[in-house]
């Protein structure tokens, strides 16, 4: 008698399993095993059998599903998501799924189905953020515009037993919320250089002084080794996420996506201070080292010399000659200057307005003046004066402004030209002198001299793609995101979905704008209306159009040719047209 035909069939498998459900069990079995029964009963296999799905097996905390349709696939998962978001405020019980949906072949094995098909589905799934979905591109390339999920871009991924790299795109199910990390648009961390987050200092003290000096020495720290090429540094937008909170190290490390986590405390009394470092493995948990250094204020530097030599050696980070010369720290050599640029910076990291810009401004000035071989705080203020000129923010001539700029770069060079900032400045300068070439050769070499400098990588993405070096823009800015984790600026994500949409990349470029209006509304529609208008979707584009004047009654044409500046005569013309037809006013 012959061998039974093998029986093939392609199909969407949606893989399911409810996040953190042994530890749910182990805290309350009865209770958890309640819940559940009621979530499968309730709303999971309800919403499968809405959308024509098989449910192939259980396994009591995750389920395996066929559909003949990758649609339904996809608008079951979501359906299943918002619902899990209801049933937990209902209910009170954390219960949250992470859903992987593949399209492949799969092999019939009566009622239980095989293949490599299956297998990438439930590595999907275990990589899925929790209540998000993550899918394969081959099921990104069905669904794009078919249905109301915006999924974004989670790269190439390395799954457990699969021998290739899979991309994959990424939803949540709280699509709108600010505070959520859209990782899927970041490129991975290198897994063959170590990674670490420098977590905020806690201050012994009610001095609110010592909040701004515990701050200013980790701002410190980060950005020195983020100037070595063999590390990798979450960047402090996200790490101070933590400020102010119990931390359980291994978690916050997982949540950053590093293997190293420096921690410490900081107390100042009168000229003295105390501050208490440590270093620990989180793949471990193993604490690797730990000081404290009882010192005077005045030895701020040499003590930010000896934590960042340490760490490096205990990291065992490669460095290369150049990199040698960057442990050192380099701000200012003046305590009193070094408090002005911190209160400059808590000015300049406050949401954008004439009245912050200036604050920092005056901050900084202060600063030069009695640190006047600082290079970073000339490259600062070039800064300033190079945002003036690009924005208008202190209604100086811009002209005039971005001579003050030139000045300050020229002086922040002269004394150091390895400073990043000064080069990241100087490509914008150029950019503004309609200098292309030059521009984009100051934001490579920005780029080179910050490698971990999330502001640096992304405004050079953004200097690059006015330069027409879009495809060549995408990567650092992906690495920024990246760098940035849980905290990236929504502006980031602007110059990103420019870059795509500029290399023709379009539905990744939506997916990026509409991540950016999400964070921050009114912002992205912009460019979503030009793209919709030159896709031949008129009404559509006149839509955003509206609502982007809803949401920014003050967006005209006439501000948006001052804030573009490309090489790219011919797009921007269209893109103007683009704008004026979707009905954008133009003063």
């Known amino acids: 008698m012959g061998e039974q035909p093998i029986t093939r069939r392609l199909v969407a498998i949606l893989a399911a399993d409810i996040a953190g459900y042994s ?185 609110p002084d010592q909040g701004f000096f515990a701050d200013g020495l980790v701002d410190d720290i980060t950005t020195t080794l983020s100037k070595l090429s063999g590390l990798s540094v979450i960047a402090r937008h ?18 950053l996506g590093v293997r190293y986590v420096l921690e410490g405390s900081v107390r100042k009394a009168a000229e003295r201070m105390r501050i208490s470092t440590q270093l620990i493995d989180a793949s471990t948990g193993v604490q690797i080292w730990a000081e404290r250094f009882d010192r005077r204020v005045e030895d701020i530097f040499a003590v930010q010399d000896e934590i960042t030599l340490t760490l490096v050696t205990e990291m065992q980070v490669r460095l290369t000659e150049g990199d040698q010369a960057k442990l050192r720290y380099t701000t200012t050599t003046n305590v009193e200057a070094w408090n002005l640029w911190i209160e400059g910076l808590n000015f300049d990291r406050r949401p954008k307005s004439p009245d912050t810009h200036l604050q920092a401004r005056r901050c900084w000035e202060k600063a030069l003046a009695l640190d006047p071989s600082s290079a970073v705080l000339s490259a600062l203020l070039g800064d300033i004066h190079y945002s003036d000129a690009r924005h208008g923010w202190s209604g100086e ?82 690495k920024a995101l990246a760098l940035n984790g849980l905290n990236y600026h929504a502006w980031h994500l602007g110059v990103l979905g420019n870059a795509y949409r500029l290399a023709g990349r379009t539905e990744e470029a939506l997916a990026a704008f509409r991540a950016y209006h999400a964070r921050s509304p009114g912002f992205g529609l912009a460019d979503i209306a030009i793209i919709q208008e ?4 008129l009404d559509d584009a006149r839509q955003t159009a509206a609502q982007l004047i809803a949401a920014r009654p003050a967006f005209t044409v006439k501000y948006w040719l001052r804030t573009q500046f490309r090489v790219d005569t011919d797009q921007m013309a269209a893109d103007l047209a683009s704008l004026r037809a979707a009905g954008v006013p133009e003063e």
Request: with cysteine.
């Open 397 to 478: 001539d811009r002209e005039a402004a971005l001579r003050e700029a030139e000045a300050y770069v020229e002086r922040a060079l002269s004394i150091d030209p390895t400073t990043p900032d000064a080069h990241r400045v100087a490509s914008g300068i150029l950019l503004l002198r309609s200098r292309f070439d030059e521009a984009a050769e100051a934001a490579r070499r920005a780029a080179k001299l910050g490698p971990s400098l999330p502001d640096v990588l992304v405004f050079g993405g953004f200097v690059l793609t006015c330069c027409g070096h879009a495809a060549e823009a995408i990567g650092p800015i992906r």
């Open 23 to 207: 530890r749910m069990v182990e805290a309350d079995e009865a209770g958890t095993i309640a819940a559940v029964q009621r979530v499968w009963n309730e709303t999971f296999n309800p919403a499968v059998a809405e959308r024509h799905g098989r449910v192939v097996k259980m396994m009591g905390d995750g389920a395996l599903v066929e559909f003949g349709s990758v649609v339904d696939a996809v608008e079951c998962a979501a359906s299943i998501q918002r619902s899990m978001g209801q049933c937990n405020v209902a209910s009170g019980r954390p219960i949250a799924f992470r859903i992987g949906i593949n399209l492949g072949d799969i092999v019939v094995d009566r009622d239980d189905i095989l293949g490599d098909g299956v297998n990438v589905a439930a590595r999907l799934e275990g990589q899925a953020p929790r209540g998000g979905i993550l899918v394969s591109d081959s099921v990104y390339a069905q669904v794009a515009g078919k249905v109301g999920v915006t999924f974004i871009d989670a790269g190439e991924l390395k799954l457990k037993n699969i021998d290739r790299s899979v991309r994959a795109w990424c939803w949540n199910a709280d699509e709108s919320a600010a505070s959520r990390p859209i990782s899927g648009f970041a490129l991975p961390l290198p897994a063959d250089k170590p990674s670490i987050a420098v977590l905020p200092f806690a201050v012994m003290g009610s001095d």
């Open 534 to 537: 030159q896709a031949g979707h």
């Open 238 to 255: 996200s790490s101070f996420v933590y400020k102010g909170r119990a931390v359980d190290v291994r978690q916050a490390a997982r949540e």
